[in-house]
Each structure stands twice: as structure tokens, then as C-alpha cells.
């Protein structure tokens, strides 16, 4: 079946800095990728998603690209906020024609004043 | 609208005994799933419901998890002779169908604490 692997957190960041979260997948074609952030005390929630290679999904300043050559997702932000402080989950379709996705375990983002 | 709500928020039982877990999805969603996410582990995906079709059962950890929905709407997640394993927060999701490039929507969970 699909797999995805995230880089393991947490991730520690000052305000206004670059923030890079690798995903990398393993898939059978090119399913749709998603990316779901958890912020405190709430459930997770879509928070882009592309759905054919070389797409761009793109959200409230995050955007990641999804790259076929490197099968990689990689969520992107050019400043990050405390508000963006989260856990972040890479997710993907678990197998072929299937509607079940399977998540990555989730990157913690803590960002600073 | 309304999201999908979950009840109750936490729980804490004890061991060898059984829970229910109620989830309702948003209006019109016709698929359903149930998650479990343990400290430190992604999500771990237990059932899945598609309209009147038959439930993708593949997930659950043991027989003493079943699932149930009940008129295509509300589910309810039971665990049976509960372990302290199953302590968890339990995530039911949402979908409008079934398709692999479907958005999520993720109710707010519920924490089971088994003492």
C-alpha cells in the first residue's frame, strides 16, 4: 500500500521565520496529497491538497508542490505566526482506488514570539 | 453549518469495561470514518462506512471493537472489556463521498482514559 514518512518533530521557529516540513510518499500512481494541521485542543482540518503531480496547493500563506521526480510533498511558509504553532499531518490515499487515507505521524510546529 | 461532533469530549473508565463513542457527521456526508490517535503515533484508521454499503472493517485492533451506523447518520464506536492500550483520543471524520480526492472534516475527538 501508499506510505508517507514525515520529518519528526517537534520543529522549533521564531516568528517570521522559513518554515520547510519534508513529506516524502510511497505510491502506486499519482494519488491526491494532502496536508491536515491539529491545532490545540481541536481537530485536525484540511489544510491544502493537490491532486495530480506538479499541482500546488496553497492556504493561508503554506503552499506545497506536489513533486513526482522526488515524490515529495513538502509543506512550505515564508513567515510563520505563533498561530501557526500545530501539529501537521502529510496524507495520502492508503492503496490504489482507495477512499481511506493514511497519515503520516505528524510534525510539530513551535513557533516563538 | 453545523461540523462533526463527537460525545462525549473524554472519558475515563475502567478497566474490563465497555464504552460507547457517538459521532455525527456533517449533514449529507455519506462517508464515514473512525480513527485512533495514541500519544506520539499518527492516525491510526479503524472503520470506514459508505452510504448502505458494507463496512470496511479492516482496521479495527480486535473483536472487541465493533462499529455501527445507524440509518446512514449517527455512528457509534464500541469497545468492548476495555485495556489500557485503548487509551487514546478517538477521531471520527466525515467526507461528502467516497473519493480519493475527497476533503476530510474531522470532528474534535474523544479522549478515553482506561484506568
Known amino acids: 500500500g501508499n506510505s508517507v514518512t514525515q520529518m519528526e518533530g517537534p520543529v522549533t521557529l521564531s516568528e517570521e521565520a522559513f518554515l520547510t516540513i519534508n513529506c516524502t510518499y510511497t505510491?502506486?500512481?499519482?494519488?491526491?496529497l494532502f496536508w491536515y494541521v491539529q491545532y490545540p485542543g481541536e481537530g485536525l482540518q484540511l489544510l491544502l491538497k493537490a491532486t495530480k503531480a506538479d499541482d500546488k496547493g496553497s492556504n493561508k500563506g503554506f503552499e506545497a508542490t506536489y513533486r513526482k521526480e522526488t515524490t515529495s510533498f513538502h509543506l512550505e511558509k515564508g513567515s510563520v505566526q505563533v498561530s501557526d504553532s500545530a501539529v501537521y499531518f502529510c496524507?495520502?490515499?492508503?492503496?490504489?482506488?482507495?477512499?481511506?487515507?493514511?497519515f503520516g505521524r505528524g510534525t510539530s510546529l513551535i513557533v516563538h514570539p | 453549518g453545523a461540523g462533526v461532533s463527537q460525545s462525549p469530549s473524554n472519558k475515563v473508565t475502567e478497566k474490563g469495561k465497555d464504552v460507547e463513542l457517538r459521532c455525527d457527521p456533517i449533514s449529507g456526508h455519506t462517508a464515514l470514518y473512525w480513527y485512533r490517535q495514541s500519544l506520539g503515533q499518527g492516525l491510526e484508521f479503524l472503520i470506514y462506512?459508505?452510504?448502505?454499503?458494507?463496512?470496511?472493517k479492516s482496521g479495527l485492533p480486535s473483536d472487541r471493537f465493533s462499529a455501527e451506523r445507524t440509518g446512514g447518520s449517527v455512528s457509534t464506536l464500541t469497545i468492548q472489556r476495555t485495556q489500557q492500550e485503548d487509551s487514546a483520543v478517538y477521531l471520527c471524520?466525515?467526507?461528502?463521498?467516497?473519493?480519493?480526492?475527497?476533503?476530510?472534516?474531522f470532528g474534535p475527538g474523544t479522549r478515553l482514559t482506561v484506568l
Open positions: 462506512f459508505q452510504g448502505n454499503s458494507a463496512p470496511d
Open positions: 505510491a502506486t500512481g499519482y494519488p491526491s
Open positions: 496524507a495520502l490515499p492508503r492503496s490504489g482506488g482507495s477512499y481511506i487515507p493514511t
Open positions: 471524520a466525515s467526507s461528502l463521498e467516497a473519493a480519493d480526492t475527497d476533503t476530510q472534516y
